[in-house]
């Protein structure tokens, strides 16, 4: 019983931390590029309304991820699935890495971006902003990458 609680546990950790890794994919490969065709207002509005709304939805998938995979680590340790454990303990320590990049460099960009779509004031540093957003989506990237094959190696060894 435990084991297929954490087998549910881990797919449910997959599931929620694909959004946030699909959505920084997407961000290097789609939006990074379109935002560098862009000019620094039109640029800076676009991201800022794009934060606007990922920052209200994307909530639930980001602590939904974190949350489904502490409890993963928790149920195979008890479970006496020692691999397991190890294997979902090494994606929280991704998805806390992730989370530390997200809060202390993306958030406070989002929220000046965000303010700025909100009032057209545009940061006179705007670009430099969205330059050092999109500085760390290669570790963002990295790291769900790495929290989700985790996740699916904690999968195989349960």
């Not at 309304?49 to 993963?72: C, E, Q």
């Not at 006496?80 to 890495?97: E, F, M, N, Q």
Request: glycine letters at 8%.
């Amino acid at each position: 019983m435990l084991t297929t609680s954490a087998q549910v546990l881990a797919v449910l950790a997959v599931l929620t931390n694909a959004i946030v890794y699909g959505t920084d994919v997407a961000a290097t490969l789609i939006f990074r590029p379109v935002y560098a065709k862009l000019d620094d207002a039109t640029m800076t509005v676009s991201a800022g309304w794009g934060h606007y709304y990922g920052d209200r939805r994307m909530p639930f998938a980001g602590a939904g991820g974190v949350i489904s995979t502490v409890l993963a680590v928790v149920v195979a340790a008890v479970a006496g699935a020692t691999g397991a454990a190890v294997a979902a303990g090494i994606a929280l320590l991704a998805l806390l890495s992730w989370l530390g990049l997200y809060a202390r460099i993306a958030k406070p960009i989002n929220t000046a971006q965000t303010q700025a779509a909100m009032t057209g004031v545009i940061p006179a540093d705007a670009r430099a902003l969205q330059d050092k957003w999109e500085s760390i989506l290669g570790y963002r990237v990295g790291l769900q990458a790495l929290a989700l094959a985790a996740l699916c190696t904690t999968l195989a060894l349960l």
